[in-house]
């Protein structure tokens, strides 16, 4: 049962001898005589004798009853822990404000917020967040003292863009590998059934199909798409055979080995990337390969360009979406004395920042330096550096603006030109299409003034075109 916020009416002298809000169920008894730590919030102000022993702030921790189920269990030092709602939201005052977004307390309208699993679970889990808030002595609800913390970054992507390929409803992994071995099984395979069955699927319930597979037929899917495929389609379906991890991991690989190193390859994969997602793909690297990701790279790459990549693959972006005015104008001034104000460059500041900041502090910034110099920021990266480096940074920002924005640019460059970039093209697709590749059709078409799908069918032919069109949700 999760915890309702406090609300006037029904008081009782509980925990610090405070009003207690009514709960609408019953508390047992543990739960009524635990600890004063456990206490709920007040609702009215606290006698004034409480002022002697918590000081200047009467207000201490305070947490759900024992026994109520909450996303936070209170520890030593955690300080003030939000927990979650689900008050009706029709009964919440219209005084507390609509478009506000407070982790436990259900939004004037609209159904209430519920954190999502993943909120990482540290002493301060949103580390520029003033305090715990204030109250308002009339109503007992929060008072919004600054901009408050929305999820972390790495799922608030999930809301940046839509994917083309979602969970196919009526899922049966059996099913899929019985049609899949009547594909290939025989004379001859039946490509499009192939492509009507993983092209249609998540990768989750890809995995699920070849499990069932080798159960069902005691042999490996993935040997026998191998056998029966070829080409860049066969390419493009053993991409979607993999974890995305997994698959990223070995598109890294194949970057950096042999003579030469596709240098855009890298950058596509570490700037846009979360840091959950860094460290799966780090993770993997050294599971599949018995080396650190990290040292492959520096051993392949050189100068600045590798130091940029190192940072990147650290996976230490800020990811809290909470931002400083304060420091993006001084981090604003801080890139302009770096770059355009001075004779030569400090490419470790540009390295310093755009690996670290989060990507709305990033976005945010490119607008401050605007205002400042009157230039954008990407033209002064490309008066300041060049070649590899320029390229790297250049991404970092693109991606703070837009993901689909970058992501539209990488496609456009493997389609056009002479030739087809194809490992390329399949990477996007196969990588995007579960997260905002319908979203990266969008920007496609502003960009470029032709929908994705008709450069691919100019571009590619046969069952390799089929399959890709087929990801673009077409």
């Known amino acids: 049962m999760s915890y309702p916020p406090p609300y006037p009416g029904g008081y009782s002298q509980q925990g610090f001898g405070m009003p207690q809000p009514t709960l609408g169920f019953n508390v047992s008894d543990e739960a009524t005589n635990a600890p004063s730590q456990y206490a709920p919030y007040p609702t009215q102000v606290p006698n004034s004798s409480r002022q002697e022993e918590f000081g200047s702030n009467p207000y201490p921790p305070t947490y759900p009853p024992a026994g109520v189920t909450s996303p936070y269990?209170?520890?030593?030092?955690?300080?003030?822990?939000?927990?979650?709602?689900?008050?009706?939201?029709?009964?919440?005052?219209?005084?507390?404000?609509?478009?506000?977004?407070?982790?436990?307390?259900?939004?004037?309208?609209?159904?209430?917020?519920?954190?999502?699993?993943?909120?990482?679970?540290?002493?301060?889990?949103?580390?520029?967040?003033?305090?715990?808030?204030?109250?308002?002595?009339?109503?007992?609800y929060p008072v919004v003292q600054s901009q408050l913390p929305s999820r972390p970054q790495q799922q608030q992507q999930k809301m940046d863009g839509r994917p083309t390929v979602v969970p196919f409803q009526g899922f049966n992994a059996t099913a899929d590998a019985e049609a899949l071995r009547k594909a290939m099984k025989g004379f001859g395979t039946d490509e499009a059934a192939i492509i009507q069955v993983l092209s249609r699927r998540t990768a989750d319930q890809r995995m699920d199909i070849l499990r069932a597979y080798k159960a069902n037929f005691g042999k490996d899917l993935i040997k026998d798409l191998k056998s029966e495929l070829s080409g860049n389609f066969e390419r493009a379906i053993l991409a979607l055979m993999h974890p995305r991890a997994e698959y990223l991991a070995m598109e890294v690989r194949e970057a950096i080995k042999g003579a030469g190193t596709q240098e855009g390859t890298l950058v596509e994969i570490l700037a846009p990337g979360p840091n959950d997602e860094i460290a799966a793909i780090c993770d993997t690297y050294y599971k599949l390969y018995g080396k650190s990701m990290e040292d492959s790279i520096a051993s392949d790459t050189s100068g600045d360009f590798k130091r940029l990549l190192v940072a990147l693959c650290q996976g230490q972006r800020d990811e809290y979406g909470v931002t400083d005015n304060e420091v993006v104008m001084n981090d604003a001034h801080r890139l302009y004395s770096a770059g355009e104000g001075k004779l030569g460059t400090e490419e470790s500041a540009f390295i310093q920042v755009l690996a670290t900041r989060s990507f709305q502090h990033l976005k945010q910034l490119q607008q401050e330096y605007v205002k400042i110099t009157g230039r954008e920021l990407e033209d002064a990266v490309a008066s300041e550096f060049s070649g590899n480096i320029e390229k790297g940074l250049t991404a970092v920002l693109t991606c703070a603006r837009s993901r689909p924005e970058y992501f539209a640019k990488r496609l456009n460059n493997a389609i056009s030109g002479a030739g087809t970039h194809d490992r390329a093209l399949i990477r996007c697709i196969v990588s995007r299409c579960e997260i905002d590749l319908a979203t990266i059709k969008e920007y496609y078409i502003h960009m470029y003034g032709r929908a994705l799908e008709e450069d691919i069918k100019n571009d590619t032919s046969g069952d390799y075109k089929r399959l890709l069109v087929a990801l673009c949700g077409n």
């Open 73 to 140: 269990q209170p520890s030593a030092n955690q300080g003030f822990q939000p927990y979650t709602s689900t008050y009706p939201a029709s009964q919440v005052p219209p005084r507390y404000p609509a478009s506000s977004v407070y982790p436990g307390y259900a939004p004037a309208q609209g159904p209430s917020p519920v954190l999502e699993p993943g909120v990482p679970s540290n002493p301060n889990p949103y580390p520029l967040y003033p305090s715990y808030p204030s109250l308002n002595q009339t109503q007992g």
